[in-house]
């Protein structure tokens, strides 16, 4: 099935879409993304996208750290989107990519006196990660706010996370989990972490240079209000992932996927936990579409 981009003001067929070999962002990362699900509902017929306006806000927010002048609104990202995915037609599981990015063909360091542009695509992505993870403590470190903003999801800091998850992959784990630069927990290299402890659920606070996930967000408000379930957002030393009772991981990508293991010691006995189960099952429910109380969350992109 062909896909679609949204590229300089019109939708095209994808493999049209092609930037010039001295666009800015492709030198120097200047450039802000996202990630969203658009999750097929077989029965419905129709596909959800995700949290779509939260990921638009993130994207905006990013744009003013990196003095990106956004041409659109949030609501007409959102409208662009949705008439993108409608075009594409896919049946199945999808991944949005909307992409602001200073799009000058002009050399020289520097955020300022550039034009910006924005594109966004989407193709069928099944899952990311395994069933459960194998997890590996990374050697790379997440950045400070103030070597490069962790919650801005800029492409230039995503060569941070690469480091990260081949090291792990080329070790023979499935995901990496960085640390901040003075040694606490702070995420995986696309997934922010949980650990259930005592029956809570912990997280790294935002201060822990994490990238603020919306999926992050998502678990900590059904398990308030579906299971009852506080998180507490802190500090989190090495040993407690060791100990913990249950630990996953969330991500736009990688759901609710637990981990089974961090540098070779089990997490729990190795299974799926009690808690983790719980939340896989609603969350599967809810970003399909399948529960009307957060039904807000769920945008239809086909007309019925
Ligand atoms: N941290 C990093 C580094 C990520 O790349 C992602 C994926 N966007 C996340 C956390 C999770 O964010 P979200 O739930 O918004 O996808």
């Known amino acids: 099935m062909p896909s679609y981009a949204y590229f300089r003001k019109q939708f095209v067929p994808l493999s049209e879409a092609r930037v010039g070999v001295m666009t800015h962002a492709l030198h120097y990362g200047t450039a802000v993304f996202e990630g969203i699900r658009g999750n097929w509902n077989a029965d419905q017929q129709q596909i959800y996208i995700f949290r779509l306006k939260e990921h638009y806000e993130r994207l905006h927010n990013g744009c003013r750290v990196l003095k990106i002048d956004l041409p659109y ?82 492409t230039g800091i995503y060569i941070n996370n690469a480091f990260a998850k081949t090291e792990a992959v080329e070790n023979g784990f499935d995901e990496a989990i960085m640390l901040t630069p003075d040694g606490y927990v702070s995420e995986g290299s696309g997934e922010n972490i949980f650990l259930v402890i005592n029956g809570k659920l912990v997280t790294p606070a935002t201060y822990n240079n994490i990238l603020v996930g919306i999926t992050r967000q998502t678990v900590m408000e059904l398990a308030q209000h579906e299971l009852g379930i506080a998180t507490i957002e802190r ?27 961090v540098d070779h010691r089990l997490i729990g006995n190795g299974e799926v936990g009690e808690i983790t189960k719980k939340l896989q099952k609603i969350y599967s429910e809810v970003i399909r579409g399948n529960n009307p109380k957060y039904l807000s969350w769920c945008t239809p992109a086909y007309k019925k």
Do not use: M
């Open 73 to 154: 609104t949030v609501d007409e990202l959102c409208q662009i989107t949705v008439e993108l995915v409608q075009r594409c037609g896919f049946k199945e599981d999808i991944y949005i990519r909307p992409l602001a990015y200073k799009s000058s063909e002009s050399l020289g360091l520097r955020l300022h006196d550039l034009d910006a542009d924005f594109l966004v695509f989407a193709i069928p992505w099944g899952p990311y990660l395994p069933d459960k993870a194998r997890c590996s403590i990374s050697s790379w470190r997440r950045p400070d706010d103030n070597v490069n903003p962790p919650q801005v999801k800029s």
């Open 235 to 261: 500090q989190i030393v090495r040993n407690e992932l060791y100990t913990a009772d249950e630990c996953f991981l969330t991500g736009t990508a990688a759901h609710i996927t637990p981990v089974a293991e």
